[in-house]
């Protein structure tokens, strides 16, 4: 696959999905990472676009430098009453200790949840509110149970050989202080997304730092 032929396939792949209104998105393409530049709708849009450049065979890399430009914008206290709303009932979260602060559309998020993976949550219910130009999630994280960082890596590498998208070899998991770092190299962008959702949504971690790359 040459950049060229990457490009082609980014282009004809964000022209494909509904989700993205590509007409003002530019795709750069260097050595197999790719740079997607322009306005598009919505986040949804936006992620959508990120997701479409690294199903690409040949993408080793995905800059994803979209920019969000809502048709119409509310307020910031309608913003925060939606974001409320969503965090409200969206059952697999609970939002009893989470504040939501809004100014010019940025976003802030503080309190605690419970684990990892609903800090996360929260993040992407506000996201999914039209007007919202940035998140900063300040969310802590107070674990119910306690948890060794050897237990926690256990957990992770078991989950890991039970997914079928992911060889548990192409993988090293380090865990320090509930901090979770994979490492190593994945056949594709599949594998990689796989790899993280074994150690997102594993009880006891805070945080992960994905470092694994693609090598096509």
Known sequence: MTDENIKTQVVDQLFWDSRVDS???????NKGRVTLKGIVPSYKAK????????????VTYVDNQLHVKYPK????????EYIGNI????????????????DNGLTTLTGTTKSYWEKYLAEEDAYRVGGVTHVINELG????DSWADERVAEDIEAALERNGNVD????????????????????????RSAAYECAHYTSGVFEVNNDLTIGW
């Open 23 to 29: 007409a003002d998105v530019d795709v750069m393409v």
């Open 168 to 191: 548990v070899n192409d993988v090293e998991v380090k865990v320090s202080d509930g901090t979770v770092t994979l490492s190593g190299e994945v056949p594709s962008w599949t594998a």
């Open 141 to 144: 994280i107070v674990l119910t």
């Open 47 to 58: 992620t959508a676009g990120l997701w479409d450049a690294y199903l690409v065979r040949g």
């Open 87 to 102: 965090l409200m009932w969206d059952m697999d979260l609970d939002n009893s200790n989470i504040a939501v602060s809004v």
């Open 73 to 80: 914008v509310p307020t910031d206290d309608k913003i925060e």
